[in-house]
Nanobody, 115 residues
Framework: QVQLVESGGGSVQAGGSLRLSCASS????????MGWYRQTPGKERELVAQ???????EYADSVKGRFIIRRDNNEGLLHLQMDSLKPEDTGVYVC?????????WGKGTQVTVSS
């Protein structure tokens, strides 16, 4: 069993920055994948960024060049640095991890970007 807890959300103006963090209840060294998803009302959950294995990073086209995902195995944390935020980045950001073939999800942290 894995519990994931997100932190770092908040409200910012367009152009601002936020740094999200995801903490795991167990070591993340064995996680084959970790990622951030965004949920907005009326839309399906969408992948924002993920790290496959230790260092293969993938980003949604909408955030390339603005967001950076980083996995810190020593601290057991997954970070998402979000710069040049836009109103369309608004949503609940949910951390996900895959361990031994099972996917685990956090409860999410709200990010609100105003114009």
């Amino acid at each position: 069993q894995v519990q994931l807890v997100e932190s770092g959300g908040g409200s910012v103006q367009a152009g601002g920055s936020l740094r999200l963090s995801c903490a795991s209840s167990r070591s993340i060294v064995g996680f084959s994948r970790m990622g951030w998803y965004r949920q907005t009302p009326g839309k399906e959950r969408e992948l924002v960024a993920q790290v496959i294995s230790f260092d293969v990073k993938e980003y949604a086209d909408s955030v390339k060049g603005r967001f950076i995902i980083r996995r810190d195995n020593n601290e057991g944390l997954l970070h998402l640095q979000m710069d040049s935020l836009k109103p369309e980045d608004t949503g609940v950001y949910v951390c996900s991890a895959r361990h031994l073939g099972l996917d685990y999800w956090g409860k999410g942290t709200q990010v609100t970007v105003s114009s």
